[in-house]
């Protein structure tokens, strides 16, 4: 299989992504697969090629080849592209040899795997490049397929993308169910935040959610290190970062699309969050074309 620095080194693929691959065999061969069974002879061979049928950005390719490994350790995986390279249609991204029954019997896992985590790397080039020239990231959220987080992340890394908080762990942000609660107990954005500071790691950050300038400026002024515009106009993300740019930093998210995410970036916030980069991708278009010894 051909390495690239976008491609785990042999040995190195994350237990979360076996263990997935594993479930998803498992889950859709439950019971084996007759149809294979009762047609193909098990000492016939031949080749596969993965085809990509749309224009996008392929990523996820050594995961392709790792379901065939997995079901069948004698098949050879032939990886034609580096994961974050755009291609056309017709072009071939991987080649598969060995058994044809356990090709077969692979197939939709390793294309269900393909489509979803290249459909997300093309839907983050393509907001990626919206905002080419301004110095904004795009950056994911926590909406990913249970199960799927890691790779959806990664896939996001692949179309130029960041990501955001792996885990609920990985940093602290204060939402606005957060701050219902504690509202409700009558506490200050000041003691709130105090009060995060003492039970947290002085490396996490603490980035709240405001929906108002109001908010904003008590969150900046009670010690925020960041601060995520929710659903907040134009107009009112300017004055936010007319004010505050460069001593927090700045999130837009919420109703973030396509169409208005340049006039977004030109805001000058630095970072826009898109929950929909994870949340509803489009699968890219490949298949796999069979070709008997």
């Known amino acids: 299989m051909g390495e690239s620095e976008h491609t785990p080194l042999e040995g190195t693929i994350p237990f979360q992504v076996r263990h997935l691959i594993e479930v998803a065999l498992e889950e859709d061969l439950a019971s084996g697969d007759p149809t294979t069974e009762a047609l193909i002879l098990d000492q016939e061979r031949g080749r596969a090629e993965a085809v990509v049928r749309a224009p996008g950005v392929v990523a996820g390719t050594w995961v392709f080849a790792q379901v065939f490994t997995t079901l069948d350790q004698s098949l050879s995986v032939e990886l034609l592209v580096v994961d ?86 990985d940093g602290i942000l204060v939402k606005d169910n957060h701050l219902a609660v504690v509202r409700g107990r009558g506490e200050t954005f000041k003691t709130m935040l105090g009060r995060l500071r003492d039970r947290a790691s002085h490396l996490l950050k603490v980035q709240v959610e405001v929906e108002t300038l109001e908010e904003a400026t008590e969150a900046v002024e009670a010690g925020a290190d960041a601060l995520l515009l929710d659903q907040m106009s134009l107009e009112h993300m300017q004055e936010v970062v007319r004010r505050y740019k460069g001593r927090v930093l700045i999130e837009a998210s919420g109703g973030v699309t396509l169409g208005n995410v340049r006039q977004v970036a030109e805001t000058g916030v630095d970072l826009i969050s898109v929950g929909a980069l994870t949340h509803s991708p489009r699968a890219l278009d490949i298949s796999l074309e069979i070709h008997p010894a």
């Open 84 to 169: 974050g390279s755009h291609v056309t249609p017709g072009e071939r991204v991987a080649t598969v040899s060995g058994s044809l029954a356990s090709i077969l019997k692979a197939e939709r896992v390793a294309l269900n795997f393909l489509q979803r985590i290249s459909g997300i790397a093309t839907e983050t080039a393509r907001y990626v490049a919206a905002a080419a020239g301004l110095p904004v990231r795009i950056v994911d959220t926590r909406k990913t397929a249970p199960g799927m987080r890691w790779l959806d992340k990664y896939a996001v890394r692949m179309g130029g993308g960041f990501n955001h908080r792996l885990t609920l762990s």
